[in-house]
């Protein structure tokens, strides 16, 4: 019998009001959550707060619109900054949707009945990372006494900041204190490094984009949508083929702006030989952004390469699941390194105070953390290559790529937890998925391990269309990709549970 105790529908992941995933236990319930099915829907309580308003923001917002006179029959988005309520209305661009402040609290308000703008504003917010913080959202309710307390967690009593910096320099060691710029979410390091370094090569006429491999759908969104046309936008399906890379440097020439990487690859976990990416970068003029989210930039050693790196906070520094965060890391020797920096830090949204408290009292944990995991990760694998009703298995360590990770590792066992796999009979995605007890939902990295059925959670437009499906397959990805990530529990439990679910009838 599994150790693991079965998680109901919607329940937390952690048991924390400020949580980042949340359980969905059943494929019916995944693709409930796709479909905003309200039988499915009506049970969460959180979820990844780039997706899900949080209860506390959907409280501080209702009572924003039952008291404001001006909010009547609205719906209201708050955003993390006035900045941010600016430049959601600039993107809105539609008479109906309007400004709104209240004290500190700001936002975008549109008629209710307007699902069209609701549905740009929600996009627009989740791709760049520009919700309101629960944390925030929570103080906002605790000095309308619409709540008594706060919730109670362990918090960094001195300076979140240089706490933060002070670790993130080990990962880091080229950065200085001014190189390492903190943000609210990976994605909004992503948007403000992307939108710094575009406006920056536009100025010099770089306008094209090069998407390299297959990328964290918000990163492909805001390579897609914010280019300065659609021509501008090139992906290059095989991290691998330098050649055809180079060919494609050679063909645009002196308008490319930029290379987006991911190191390695999300969810096929494949890194390129980034030396070789970084020269070839740095000859035709272009701007390298590396993502190194999947493994931890306290697994690899990626900043010498890039011009910046740009990271996600919440995946494995972040342990405990319980906030969001991120980090764009300015390459200090790279030619633009001065300009690129002024400009993130001026477009990068404020971390929340509270937020960086809690990320400075749990950031020590990470060597720590990141040891137990790397142990139980190698094992896990070893499970998975060799059970008969698996397919294909995908890790840091993969003989195509691992000579380019390897490179980058800071150690030998510096694997980070990522695991993705498929199963070899078709159609067995969801008896697997229903029987397996293991925690299931979004976001990775964590102490606690998570599974998920990534392509249906990340991309539910393209596993449910003929189209979609043609475009997941042009890019060598299987609909039913598994995307697991292993946690500090006893690895013979994890595996315990994988082989009890694999047993198909």
């Given at each position: 019998m599994s150790a693991f105790t079965p998680l109901p529908l919607g329940q937390a992941i952690p048991p924390s009001a400020h949580a980042v995933s949340c359980s969905l236990p059943t494929m019916h319930s995944v693709r409930g959550y796709e479909e905003k099915n309200p039988e499915v829907v009506r049970h969460l309580t959180v979820g990844y707060p780039r997706f899900v308003v949080h209860p506390f923001a959907k409280q501080l917002a209702a009572h924003l619109v039952a008291t404001a006179p001006a909010l009547a029959g609205r719906t209201l988005w708050l955003t993390s900054s006035a900045a941010m309520a600016d430049a959601l209305l600039a993107h809105l661009a539609a008479p109906a949707a309007q400004r709104f402040t209240a004290g500190s609290a700001h936002g975008v308000s549109h008629p209710a009945a307007d699902t069209t703008l609701a549905s740009l504003a929600k996009t627009f917010l989740q791709n760049i990372g520009g919700f309101l913080s629960s944390r925030e959202a929570e103080d906002h309710l605790l000095r309308l006494g619409l709540l008594a307390a706060p919730y109670a967690e362990k918090s960094f009593a001195g300076d979140a900041a240089a706490e933060v910096r002070r670790h993130l320099r080990h990962a880091l060691p080229l950065a200085t204190d001014a190189d390492l710029i903190l943000a609210p979410s990976g994605m909004n390091a992503i948007w403000a490094a992307f939108r710094a370094a575009a406006d920056l090569q536009a100025a010099r006429g770089r306008t094209v984009w090069l998407q390299l491999?297959?990328?964290?759908?918000?990163?492909?969104?805001?390579?897609?949508?914010?280019?300065?046309?659609?021509?501008?936008?090139?992906?290059?399906?095989?991290?691998?083929?330098?050649?055809?890379?180079?060919?494609?440097?050679?063909?645009?020439?002196?308008?490319?702006?930029?290379?987006?990487?991911?190191?390695?690859?999300?969810?096929?976990?494949?890194?390129?030989?980034?030396?070789?990416?970084?020269?070839?970068?740095?000859?035709?003029?272009?701007?390298?952004?590396?993502?190194?989210?999947?493994?931890?930039?306290?697994?690899?050693?990626?900043?010498?390469?890039?011009?910046?790196?740009?990271?996600?906070?919440?995946?494995?520094?972040?342990?405990?699941?319980?906030?969001?965060?991120?980090?764009?890391?300015?390459?200090?020797?790279?030619?633009?390194?001065?300009?690129?920096?002024?400009?993130?830090?001026?477009?990068?949204?404020?971390?929340?105070?509270?937020?960086?408290?809690?990320?400075?009292?749990?950031?020590?944990?990470?060597?720590?953390?990141?040891?137990?995991?790397?142990?139980?990760?190698?094992?896990?694998?070893?499970?998975?290559?060799?059970?008969?009703?698996?397919?294909?298995?995908?890790?840091?360590?993969?003989?195509?790529?691992?000579?380019?990770?390897?490179?980058?590792?800071?150690?030998?066992?510096?694997?980070?937890?990522?695991?993705?796999?498929?199963?070899?009979?078709?159609?067995?995605?969801?008896?697997?998925?229903?029987?397996?007890?293991?925690?299931?939902?979004?976001?990775?990295?964590?102490?606690?391990?998570?599974?998920?059925?990534?392509?249906?959670?990340?991309?539910?437009?393209?596993?449910?269309?003929?189209?979609?499906?043609?475009?997941?397959?042009?890019?060598?990805?299987?609909?039913?990709?598994?995307?697991?990530?292993?946690?500090?529990?006893?690895?013979?439990?994890?595996?315990?549970?994988?082989?009890?679910?694999?047993?198909?009838?």
């Open positions: 491999g297959w990328l964290y759908l918000d990163t492909i969104a805001i390579l897609k949508k914010f280019t300065a046309a659609p021509i501008d936008y090139v992906y290059l399906r095989d991290v691998f083929d330098l050649a055809a890379i180079e060919r494609i440097f050679l063909a645009h020439g002196s308008r490319i702006a930029g290379l987006v990487a991911e190191v390695p690859t999300n969810p096929l976990i494949q890194t390129p030989d980034l030396p070789a990416l970084a020269a070839l970068c740095r000859r035709h003029g272009a701007l390298l952004l590396v993502d190194p989210s999947i493994s931890s930039v306290f697994n690899l050693d990626v900043l010498p390469h890039a011009d910046v790196v740009v990271s996600s906070l919440t995946k494995y520094t972040g342990s405990d699941g319980d906030l969001t965060a991120g980090v764009a890391a300015i390459n200090p020797t790279a030619p633009d390194a001065a300009e690129l920096r002024r400009r993130i830090t001026t477009a990068v949204e404020p971390v929340y105070p509270r937020d960086l408290a809690r990320l400075a009292a749990q950031i020590a944990d990470t060597a720590a953390v990141l040891t137990r995991i790397h142990a139980s990760t190698a094992r896990v694998v070893a499970f998975l290559q060799s059970h008969p009703a698996i397919g294909e298995v995908y890790w840091a360590h993969t003989s195509a790529s691992r000579a380019n990770y390897d490179r980058l590792a800071r150690g030998a066992d510096a694997t980070g937890g990522m695991i993705t796999f498929t199963l070899k009979k078709l159609g067995a995605l969801e008896n697997f998925y229903d029987r397996l007890n293991l925690p299931k939902g979004p976001s990775f990295g964590m102490k606690t391990t998570l599974i998920c059925p990534f392509m249906y959670l990340a991309h539910y437009d393209l596993v449910t269309t003929p189209a979609g499906l043609a475009e997941l397959a042009a890019s060598k990805l299987d609909p039913d990709l598994l995307r697991l990530c292993v946690g500090i529990e006893p690895v013979e439990d994890i595996v315990a549970s994988l082989s009890e679910a694999l047993i198909l009838p």
